[in-house]
Each structure stands twice: as C-alpha cells, then as structure tokens.
C-alpha cells in the first residue's frame, strides 16, 4: 500500500506583498497631492472655461475637450481654500472616475512618483488640512507632506450629479 503525500499548509503564510503605487503629483495653494496615475487621462493648459448657472458650487464650469463637454472642478473650492489671484500657469489634470470624465484645476503639476504602500501613514486624528478629510494616507516625499487623494471621494460623482438634475 502506497501513502499519498500532500503538501502541508502553513498557517504561518506570509502574505503576498501588496504592490507600490503610483501617483501623479500636484500643487494646489502650495500643498502636496497626489492621485493614482491610472485615474489620470491627461493634463492640459488652462484656458477658458465656460460657466454652468446652477451647478454645484464647486464646478467652476464646463470646458470642450476635443469635442466632448468636461465639468471643471475647482480644487480651491472643493478644499475651502482662497481662489487664486491669478490662474495663469494653472493646469487641468483630466481623469475618469466611476466612468465619467472630470477636470479639476491645480496650481502646479509635478511629477508622476512611485511608493511602496507602507509609507503612507493614516492623518492624525484631529488634524485638519486642505484636503485631508478626502485623504487616503500621508507620506513624505522629500521634504515635504504629500497628501494621496480618493479621487472619488474629493469629486462625489453621486453628488455633483444629483445637483445638476
């Protein structure tokens, strides 16, 4: 009689290692963010861009991107910050979320960095910064804070399209 060997399961199993990510990074009133490359399309120069009456108080307006209509996003608004005083040199970073094409305006576009998942750390409890109640983490990058963003949760795409029906 022949035994059938199996291999035995470790309970001690490591778990596979979770992969870096990606993020685009930007400036908005001086302050580091960053959102997962793969949300991002594009990033254009700022240029006119066409007020919509009604709608949230956060769209600035509507831009025509290669013939398709974008709401615009103003970050300033969103993050309850002062408007700009002067947009040029802005920059709209074009990104798709829940499947529907957004822009929002950023002071500055940086660089697209790589991070292991680990280095973000939780915002602190009761710390409030411009942005950080739409924050996935924390992590430093140089010698600065950067802020990595739930692109879904700063836009609200429920929301802003509730209010424009």
Do not use: C
């Amino acid at each position: 009689m022949t035994e059938e060997l199996t291999p035995e399961s470790d309970s001690s199993e490591v778990p596979p290692p979770v992969a870096p990510v990606q993020l685009v990074t930007f400036e908005v009133n001086q302050q580091l963010f960053g959102i997962e490359v793969t949300t991002v399309q594009e990033v254009i120069k700022f240029n006119s861009i066409t007020p919509t009456p009604g709608a949230s108080e956060i769209i600035e307006g509507v831009i025509d991107l290669r013939g398709n209509i974008v709401p615009v996003i103003d970050l300033r608004k969103r993050f309850r910050l002062a408007s700009a005083e002067n947009q040029t040199g802005s920059k709209i970073i074009i990104a798709e979320v829940k499947e529907y094409i957004f822009g929002f305006i950023v002071d500055k576009v940086n660089e697209v960095h790589t991070f292991p998942i680990s280095e973000f750390a939780p915002p602190p409890p009761g710390v409030s910064a411009p942005g950080s109640e739409y924050t996935v983490g924390m992590a430093h990058l140089g010698e600065r804070l950067l802020l990595f963003l739930d692109i879904e949760q700063v836009l609200d795409v429920e929301r802003l399209l509730g209010e424009a029906l």
